[in-house]
């Protein structure tokens, strides 16, 4: 049985700094791209970042680059995706996802996880 679990969502004000963590079972993790997305209230669900099978490339919004950084620990089967200068407009759910396709800016993924909440205050 596959399974994306997240943890590390929480609050925080803006400016402030959060560490995402994605918990992956029942696959053959280093043959997976990997990616997170996230949904804020009443919009559709948007690409954030994104990580090929071998740790690179990776792929950013452009509303996060520069502030979120996305790896992967091969050994552990876990995604990361560490969170710095954030502001209110990171509120959302956040979801990581795993596909056998190359990484890209898409949301064409396999598996997905439940998703963790991450709020921003100003």
């Known amino acids: 049985q596959v399974q994306l679990v997240e943890s590390g969502g929480g609050s925080v004000q803006a400016g402030g700094s959060l560490r995402l963590s994605c918990e992956v079972s029942?696959?053959?993790?280093?043959?997976?791209?990997l990616g997170w997305s996230r949904q804020a209230p009443g919009k559709e669900r948007e690409f954030v970042a994104a990580?090929?099978?071998?740790?690179?490339?990776?792929y950013y919004s452009e509303s996060v680059k520069g502030r979120f950084t996305i790896q992967r620990d091969n050994a552990e089967n876990t995604l990361i995706l560490e969170m710095d200068s954030l502001n209110t407009e990171d509120t959302a759910v956040y979801y990581c996802?795993?596909?056998?396709?190359?990484?890209?800016?898409?949301?064409?993924?396999?598996?997905w996880g439940q998703g963790t909440q991450v709020t921003v205050s100003s």
């Open positions: 029942g696959l053959p993790f280093k043959r997976y791209s």
């Open positions: 996802a795993a596909t056998t396709r190359p990484a890209g800016r898409g949301l064409d993924y396999d598996y």
């Open positions: 990580i090929n099978w071998l740790g690179s490339p990776t």
